[in-house]
């Protein structure tokens, strides 16, 4: 290892090594600062990158290791455009009502099954998406019940972003890591999604216990929400049909995906060419034009400035000092990228950080294994913790404070406007004793199933 | 044919301070011209009696209306008595609140066609009038630019009608 510290810090002498490292942390401070729109900066930061020489354009826009990871772009560009074309015929609003009603109108009830829905539904769909979907329906049964709408959507954003951890697709920092370590869906469903059903059970426990004895309503106020008819929401039927039958195919590639040996986005790309096909859709401008293009540039920047850094050495710099600082001991590191992971998702968008840590951990495993390459080495048994830890803790740890996960920041956007607005205080006050709980339950989680149960 | 000659000069407006049960009232009772009571919309000024502001009728539906609406289609689950509701807790806020702040303006000497210009691009009925110091003097509706299209085309026609319809129509224009 010694050798690898002197080789690591030889590349510390060339000036590219500077220039990428300036850009870098120029570009993820200001990102921090929210001044100038974190997409214009990543946008303009890889620019940077391929003007300055750091990175050719040929790596910028073609390779896998130092460019665009077309993977994880097209995997959201096609869910975007799955979602934009299911949510005019009305079914999540009916899911959402059918809900409010199995509850019975009572408010706890609602809580808990509202964050359900909303974890199984992240773990499908991108978070954001999912709270741009149950929120307003949330505030509308609130404002029914006459009850404060803020402990909802605190929990709900909570619950969206536990489940969102839950598979490949759930969220976008797993679908880099699935796209990075080559992990197949089904890889995450063994080794993630037991482990949030726990954190969830516990998640509605600990709610219950906060909130349940504050939440009461009048019984008339509850016949409201009962009077509500959940077929009235749907707006298309023969659409809706369609959409499911296509996202049933869509999910059911996902769980083959590996069996098939193709890549998640080629399903996912598959599902939206079919439904849009399907869709009878002549004019296709507005469905994708609803993308989220501003995110997906977003991505496509950070992946060329993370590539900069990788090819000067920074990375690599970045995983000698994780390993000095645990000395090799793989059960220590694992511990710190879960914690780390947790704390600095809390703190700082979980999309760059991923971005950064997925290299770095590829880093740490060139060190540790120098004869081992390819998948082999990306799959070594020994790393595969890393990996989970990771994608655990930056998932998770995004409960932390109102601005760790975006989820956090679009129901915090909804409060303020409807003139209920969520103090930073007081989301952490909820946010971060419960984003604790859960990495400790990961904590227990991963100690045990890899290291004391080894499975 | 400019702005000026066509605009209705400014009456009434409101402060960015008003409430809005003022601004409804004002909205209720206004004058248009010189009969038509009741307008649509009302400019909004500073102390220095700058133009900040436009509120409409529109802007007061949203005042009643929860944001959160716009996301999804869920009119369908709404109450009776809801907007009653709404619009009991919105009648103390302030205009400033809800008033449109990008306001599209034209210059008192700006062309007809730039005026038509500026409605259809920006889907607006009315458009304030400023002087050369930006200064509001009045308000254009699209009802009056349409009155004098009218009379162009009667007029083009009038050898047949002999300006029959032409009288009809100025008469017209300041009662409707």
Known sequence: MTQEVVAASQVVTGSSFWTATAIFVLVYALIVFEKIHKTILAIFGAALMIVLGIVTQEDAFNSRDLGIDWNVIFLLISMMIIINIMKPTGVFEYIAIKSAKAAKGKPFMIMAIFSVVTAVASALLDNVTTILLIAPVTMLICQALEIDVVPFLITEALASNIGGTATLIGDPPNIMIASKAQLGFMAFIYNLTPVIIVVLIAYVITIKFIFAKKLHVRDELRQRVMAMNENDAIKDPVLLKKSLAVLAITITGFVLHGMLHFEPATIALFGAGLLLLLSGEKKPHYILAQVEWTTLFFFMGLFIIIGGIVKVGLVKLMAVKVLEITQGNLFGTTMIVLWFSALASAFIDNIPYVATMNPVIIDMAKQLWPDVSGIHLLHHPDLMPLWWSLALGAGLGGNGTAIGASANVIVMGMAEKTGNPISFKKFMLYGMPLMIESVAICTAYVWLRYYVLKI | ?176
Do not use: H
């Open chain 2, 1 to 176: 044919m400019k702005a000026k000659d066509l605009m209705i000069p400014l009456q009434e407006y409101l402060r960015p301070d008003n409430t809005l049960k003022e601004a409804t009232n004002l909205l209720r009772t206004a004058q248009r011209g010189e009969e038509k009571i009741g307008v649509k919309a009302l400019p909004v000024l500073d102390d220095s009696d700058k133009l900040v502001g436009i509120l409409s009728i529109g802007d007061i539906l949203k005042a009643v209306y929860p944001s959160y609406m716009y996301l999804m289609d869920l009119g369908a689950f709404t109450w009776d008595g809801m907007v009653e509701a709404f619009t009991r807790k919105a009648a103390d806020k302030k205009v400033e609140e809800f008033m449109t702040r990008k306001v599209i303006t034209v210059k008192e000497d700006s062309t007809l066609m730039d005026c038509i210009d500026q409605m259809l691009k920006n889907n607006i009925k009315r458009v304030p009038v400023l002087d050369k110091e930006n200064k509001l003097v009045g308000m254009l509706y699209e009802r009056d630019v349409f009155y004098t299209i009218t009379k162009i085309m009667l007029e083009e026609n009038s050898a047949n009608f002999q300006g029959e319809s032409l009288k009809f129509n100025e008469k017209d224009r300041g009662k409707k």
